[in-house]
């Protein structure tokens, strides 16, 4: 079974930080890239951040660049996103993706990625 389930979210000030987690199950994790997510009431899905599968390079949207940090630990399985200086347009839910096995390059397109998380709201507040 292919799981994704992310966690961290919440309701936080404008300036303050979150950070978000990842835990995946399913034999997807290892080989491939990981990436975040999000989508405002009314919008579509936004790229966030995306990293390889060794973690040695990532990508990250324009609107998030200086601000918002993703990693993974391959150990746990797991992939967080560490959100410094929120700002009330980074409300939304955030999704956690991943490409799927051995599809190891970075994308940043949604339609790149095969797996989903449900998600988890992010609310930052003026």
């Known amino acids: 079974q292919v799981h994704l389930v992310e966690s961290g979210g919440g309701l936080v000030q404008a300036g303050g930080s979150l950070r978000l987690s990842c835990a995946t199950s399913?034999?997807?994790?290892?080989?491939?890239?990981m990436g975040w997510f999000r989508q405002a009431p009314g919008k579509g899905r936004e790229f966030v951040a995306a990293?390889?599968?060794?973690?040695?390079?990532?990508a990250y949207g324009d609107s998030v660049k200086g601000r918002f940090t993703i990693s993974r630990d391959n150990a746990e399985a797991s992939v967080y996103l560490q959100m410094n200086n929120l700002k009330p347009e980074d409300t939304g839910v955030y999704y956690c993706?991943?490409?799927?096995?051995?599809?190891?390059?970075?994308?940043?397109?949604?339609?790149?990625?095969?797996?989903w998380g449900q998600g988890t709201q992010v609310t930052v507040s003026s």
């Open positions: 399913g034999r997807i994790f290892s080989r491939t890239t």
């Open positions: 990293i390889i599968w060794n973690g040695g390079e990532d």
């Open positions: 993706a991943a490409r799927g096995p051995y599809f190891s390059i970075l994308a940043t397109s949604q339609n790149e990625y095969r797996y």
